[in-house]
């Protein structure tokens, strides 16, 4: 079995922020694989269902970002699973926007709901970073992050989340790299990233 968390900040008022996207990546993956109806435990919201013949329960922590590790070690205690069963994805401001990076443990780079889980739950979990592109000010990561995305970003927004949802069954394998490579082509393949200089940015 495996957990997938998004983080975000429950309610309408945040649904679109940036901050948000880990909801968006697990709101996508429910839809697109048929997932039982979200119901509300764990502090949370969950949804179960089968991706690559492994069970995976989605959670959505609505205690707010900064405690979001509460939700997720009660539900990893629930079932029974380790940090290594456990993957978060997250909004990520040091990867241009649409990148897609996977990895195991490292740096919380002043990710409060990061801070959050691994002081519950210890730091060897699983977080696929979702970039959001960084505003270049530092005094201006707090309000960059709790704004809506643009509607400029709304097609990469939506193609990433897709693509993040039809390569999920690959994360749930452990199949880290195969399932980073497979979005960057989709997302490639959709015009989303153009060549230029040697190096990807979204369209």
């Given at each position: ?57 989605l959670l959505r922590p609505t205690t707010y970002m900064n405690e979001s ?111 980073a490579n497979k979005v960057h082509l989709a997302l490639q393949a959709k ?13």
């Open positions: 079995m495996r957990l997938f968390v998004g983080l975000g900040n429950p309610g309408s008022k945040y649904a679109n922020n940036r901050h948000n996207i880990g909801f968006m990546a697990v709101g996508e993956i429910a839809r697109r694989h048929g997932f039982a109806p979200w119901r509300r435990r764990f502090q949370g919201e969950t949804s179960e269902g089968t991706l690559d013949r492994e069970k995976v329960v590790g509460r939700a997720v070690q009660e539900a990893a205690n629930f079932f029974k699973l380790g940090a290594s069963d456990v993957t978060v994805f997250q909004d990520e401001l040091e990867l241009p926007p649409a990148k897609v990076r996977v990895k195991v443990g490292g740096g919380i780079a002043g990710h409060n709901g990061l801070r959050s889980i691994s002081s519950h739950i210890g730091n060897d979990y699983r977080r696929v970073r979702l970039g959001i592109g960084h505003p270049g000010i530092k005094e201006m990561v707090h309000s960059h992050v709790l704004s809506d995305f643009a509607k400029s970003d709304r097609a990469w927004v939506e193609a990433l989340c897709a693509a993040v949802a039809d390569n999920a069954g690959l994360l749930a394998a452990g199949h880290d790299s195969s399932f015009g989303i990233f153009e060549k230029e200089g040697g190096g990807d940015k979204p369209a």
